[in-house]
């Protein structure tokens, strides 16, 4: 199960209050009947308001072809020196540039390189920060402010970040309540807050906010920021067993147009496919994966790619494919691995070792969990984490693994990897204790 990462991104305004005035008031003179023209203006103030229209167009074009240029010369500094740069020359706080930053940390979250996103957010928010009210509206700018700051918690919590996160979310509601009330502005802080939930494992309260954003996109007819939100919403009614998360991807799926949403698509149909078979429907799930190859491949991302590979040898093994899911699943396990998707690295280690198991190869699941305990204490991980790797380890040694205990230790290290603070389950704990030599 997937949730996406982005963010509608945001139109700049005008730079003043009284030239948003000035640019709709020339487009009205443009569709007026000439002799219209001078009863509501004299001619020496038409001029002006034409010139002051035309030198805030060519500034906001300006602008905008110049912020992939200076978002690089941001990038190739280190963070103390971008932000000297942010802080004394004018020409690095601008509307564009703070969009250009937002937007390349969103490509680096899709690239599986979220401190990079971290970063290039950071510096977005201080952009955003110095924007002077002077140039631009001081709603649309408290608004945007708690765009990027939101953008900026949501980066924290694709890095595993969750305390970040939760502050940097909470500076973005802050500034939200001096902006505009847009509601839309308030639907995409409740979808990140929700994802934020999913990431701590409390999935009720995600799927609260969620619920709330989607009621959002709903009455503002945002079909595009609909879909995305039901793609996220998926993950806490399913791995919650809180509401029919089938149902919700197929909705989010009929939303979406796969020629002009291809990254959209395919996660919503990559939801539909995975709940397909985690519902015990693998043969419909593996012919909708037929259909929707082309859609992984048009995504055109390393996301896609790894995840295509993934559902498939999740659903050879649900269809009694054992030796050709083990195949798969060894190959894909090198992948994440090299290409440092640490959950994922972990989430397939297991889907491996149960298929091992199941193939009574247990020796082979036992050194897979051993070497996937090293690799843990080698990322930092935290120690409940540990302890259900050395659970599963244990229990693969003295022969009392089972596939089912695998697959609630999948859970729970899908739940927790973000939050130390959760607990094993019950079945677990229990385990846990069992296995402790008596004194």
Not at 4 to 15: E, I, L, M, N, V
Not at 154 to 179: M, V, W
Not at 191 to 220: K, N
């Amino acid at each position: 199960m997937i949730s996406d990462t982005t963010a509608p991104a945001q139109s700049p305004p005008s730079y003043l209050t009284e030239d948003v005035a000035a640019l709709d008031l020339l487009d009205r003179l443009a569709e007026a009947e000439p002799p219209r023209v001078m009863d509501w203006f004299p001619e020496t103030q038409l001029v002006e308001i034409v010139a002051t229209a035309e030198r805030l167009r060519c500034a906001e074009e300006a602008d905008r072809l110049t912020a992939p240029e200076l978002a690089q010369a941001l990038e190739r500094h280190p963070e103390t020196r971008a932000r000297m740069l942010i802080n004394h020359q004018a020409r690095f706080r601008t509307w564009s540039l703070a969009e250009e930053l937002i937007e390349r940390s969103r490509r680096a979250i899709f690239g599986n390189d979220p401190f990079r996103a971290v970063r290039l957010s950071r510096l977005a928010v201080a952009v955003a920060d110095h924007l002077d009210f002077g140039l631009y509206p001081k709603g649309l700018t408290f608004d945007f402010r708690a765009r990027a700051w939101s953008n900026l918690g949501n980066s924290y919590r694709c890095a595993s970040q969750l305390k970040s996160a939760t502050a940097a979310l909470d500076r973005a509601k802050d500034l939200l309540l001096e902006g505009t009330g847009d509601p839309l502005e308030e639907g995409i802080l409740l979808s990140l807050d929700g994802s934020l939930q999913t990431d701590y494992g409390r999935y009720a309260a995600a799927v609260g906010f969620l619920e709330g954003a989607c009621s959002i996109y709903r009455e503002l007819d945002e079909d595009v920021c609909l879909a995305r939100t039901l793609i996220k919403l998926v993950t806490p009614l399913h791995f919650g067993s809180l509401g029919n998360g089938l149902a919700v991807a197929r909705e989010a799926e009929r939303l979406l147009d796969p020629e002009h949403q291809p990254e959209l698509f395919v996660l919503a149909r990559h939801n539909h496919i995975v709940t397909l078979a985690d519902s015990g429907r693998p043969e419909q799930a593996a012919m909708l994966l037929e259909a929707s190859r082309k859609y992984y491949r048009q995504a055109d991302n390393a996301w896609a790619i790894v995840n295509l590979g993934w559902v498939e040898a999740q659903l050879s093994a649900a269809l009694g494919n054992l030796e050709e899911a083990e195949a798969a699943f060894a190959v894909l396990f090198d992948e994440v691995v090299a290409t440092g998707r640490r959950l994922e690295s972990a989430l397939v280690a297991l889907d491996l070792s149960a298929c091992r198991l199941a193939l009574g190869k247990t020796r082979e699941a036992a050194d897979l969990a051993s070497s996937m305990a090293e690799m843990l204490r080698s990322w930092g991980a935290h120690s409940k984490a540990h302890e259900a790797w050395a659970l599963l380890h244990h229990a693969l040694k003295i022969e009392r693994a089972s596939v089912e205990l695998i697959r609630e230790i999948s859970l729970f290290v899908r739940q927790s990897w973000s939050n130390p603070e959760l607990p094993l389950s019950k079945k677990m704990s229990a385990l846990s204790q069992a296995f402790q030599p008596s004194r």
